[in-house]
């Protein structure tokens, strides 16, 4: 990934302007480890909506904050790609944790992210049972991370992208080796879902947003790994969407894939909207050659619902032939099997 341009002088002295006010200073030390609207941010730092919007503008102008749309709604962070950013988030080190106006702060933060878990277990158990009936059929999470952790390798990962991200449930397993992460879902019931999750684990190295697989709200060529974790079958254009996918991925980078392999289980789609019933190996590799990625991993794990007639899921990974300078090792030692 990356580095950020440093900003010259002028600029410099604009950012530390914008910081160098109250409410603007409190505003970018909630902001910098979680998304909230305007509405959240009122109740944290007790001001108006009026006045809190105002802030927030200057700031996104300067590039301290990132501001994205979900429907009505819109978020703010503060960047962590934005030299501005990086500026803002450095202040805290500098800053003493049990001064009261902060620690308040913190407080109602935290009560707003319990307000956000309250919603996303309300809205699960509302689901709960469809969610069983399937999961039920699934390889276990335990599996398919230990899979991961051995396709994967142990190097870090400097940026990732989930797509069809869910519940966040990737970005919760990756978040330990990942310095930078974005997961993507087109339902506002599940970002808000993911939301709540990750805030729950205390991961400050994650942000979702609401987007099209289609059609992805993220810079391309700047990934060094995009997941598409079940979510192809849902598409009636899976190929438009790891094509969407792959361009994503700085040089070198990898596609991870995991999918049902070919089943017949037809109440999936007639009852749980799945559109394809599953993807054979040859189509798997042909979605990989198709974006000019170099098929490194493939392996299968079968459920053990055997009773149920369980799932087999596939998991394979697929590489930028755009190589860095100095390719990694380990990457260039997986092999497809």
Known sequence: ?????????????????????PTRLRLALVLKSCDLTVSELTVILGQSQPRISRHLKLMSECGVLERYQEGAYAYFRVSDRHPAGLLARSLEATLDADDTVLRKDQERLEAVRAERTRRAADYFAANAEDWDAIRALHVPDAEIA???????????????????????????????????MLGVDASREMISAARAKLDDAQ???????????????????????????QVLHYLDDPMRAVREASSMLAPGGRLLIVDFAPHEMEFLRTDHAHLRLGFSETSLVSFMESCDLDMR???????????TGGLTVTICIGQDRRMLMAPNAEAASLAYA
């Open 1 to 21: 990934m990356a580095s950020a341009q440093p900003l010259d002088f002028e600029r410099v002295v604009d950012v530390l302007k914008a910081l160098a006010e």
């Open 146 to 180: 230990s899979a991961l952790e051995r396709m994967l390798g142990k190097r870090r990962i400097g940026s990732m992208l989930d797509i069809g991200t869910g519940t966040g449930r990737m970005l919760e397993l990756l978040s330990s080796r990942c310095e930078r």
């Open 203 to 229: 991961i400050r190295n994650a942000q979702v947003r609401l987007g099209d697989a289609y059609n992805l709200p993220a810079t391309g060529e700047t990934y060094d790994l995009v997941v598409l974790h």
């Open 297 to 307: 991993a493939l392996e299968h794990l079968e459920s053990g619902a055997a009773e």
